[in-house]
Structure formats: structure tokens, C-alpha cells
């Protein structure tokens, strides 16, 4: 499967995005789907997931509240919207699949999803 990133841009504090992880090659249905974003001089960290069938939704700490992740089957695309954007998520984030039909339990682990997104750079800074 091929992901495909895109939504990124720049906002002020308080502003929003929405991104956008488009799949081909493959249906998203039974894929989990992570979003991840990596700082200069930062490790990547995951930031959400969505689980393959029953839309199991998870967020980092520092994201909840403010970040939502949604999933449209029929356009085998994932969102995350981003409202009240801090100048610290300002990062290069990316979706990430892994087949697997049910919950994911390691879905917060970098190295434990098989397809990667090129990248789609968030600013956030007045």
C-alpha cells in the first residue's frame, strides 16, 4: 500500500489543519493507521491512531482534546484534525499502516508499521 500526505502548511497559535493520508494499492479496512510527527532534532513520536475495523481511536497526552481522527472507507483516506495548534507540534508528520484486522497493541511504536507517508510539514507560529 502507498500513503500519500498532504494538508500541511503553516497556521498561527490557535489555528487549524486538517491532513490527509490518501492510500492506494490497497483498501484501509483492515490496515491501523497511525499518525506520527518528528521535530527538528527530535525522535518521530506518535501522535493518534485508529484501529483496522471497529475504529478504535487513540491519542497522545498532548493532542487529546485538541486533534481528531476520523477514516473515510469509500475514499480510503485517514484525517487528522488539528484545532487549537500550540507552536510545539510544529513538526513534519506522517501516516503509517499495518495490517492488522483488529486492535493494535503496539500502536504507538515507530517501528512497528509497515507503510510510511512521505511527510507533510506542520508550522505553527504567529
Known amino acids: 500500500v502507498q500513503l500519500q500526505a498532504s494538508g500541511g502548511g503553516l497556521v498561527q497559535p490557535g489555528g487549524a489543519l486538517r491532513l490527509s493520508c490518501a492510500a492506494s494499492g490497497s483498501a484501509l479496512d483492515y490496515y491501523a493507521i497511525g499518525w506520527f510527527r518528528q521535530a527538528p532534532g527530535k525522535e518521530r513520536e506518535w501522535v493518534s491512531y485508529i484501529s483496522g475495523t471497529d475504529d478504535t481511536k487513540k491519542y497522545a497526552d498532548s493532542v487529546k482534546g485538541r486533534f481528531t481522527i476520523s477514516r473515510d472507507n469509500a475514499k480510503n483516506t485517514v484525517s487528522l484534525q488539528m484545532n487549537s495548534l500550540k507552536p510545539e507540534d510544529t513538526a513534519v508528520y506522517y501516516c503509517?499502516?499495518?495490517?492488522?484486522?483488529?486492535?493494535?497493541?503496539?500502536?504507538?511504536?515507530?517501528?512497528?508499521?509497515?507503510?510510511w507517508g512521505q511527510g507533510t510539514q506542520v508550522t505553527v507560529s504567529s
Open positions: 503509517a499502516a499495518h495490517f492488522v484486522g483488529g486492535f493494535y497493541r503496539d500502536y504507538q511504536l515507530v517501528d512497528k508499521y509497515t507503510y
